[in-house]
């Protein structure tokens, strides 16, 4: 069986008001937790009829500079990452 990981669910609602046509409602971080546990919880919102995108909270980058591999956010944005140029250029 995997191992446990930190997921972070975006729940997103049907709005056509906007360009894309849906709406971010919320954003849940859940505790490290095996994916089957993640996938209930994830049947649940669909049932109400809420679009549900899940991400592994964590990623694995590299530091451009260091080149030492750290773990951020996967919603980071690139200015903010020390794995990308134009967070060492400011």
Known sequence: MSEKIAY???V???DRRTKDGVKLKEKIDYD???PVEMNSV???YVK???LVKIFETYITEK???TGELYQERYDT?????PSNES???M
């Open 8 to 10: 972070t669910l975006e």
């Open 42 to 44: 994830v049947e649940g």
């Open 63 to 65: 530091n451009l500079i």
């Open 32 to 34: 490290p937790c095996w």
């Open 87 to 89: 967070f060492w250029s």
């Open 77 to 81: 944005p690139h200015f903010c990452s």
């Open 12 to 14: 997103y609602k049907l």
């Open 48 to 50: 109400l009829g809420f």
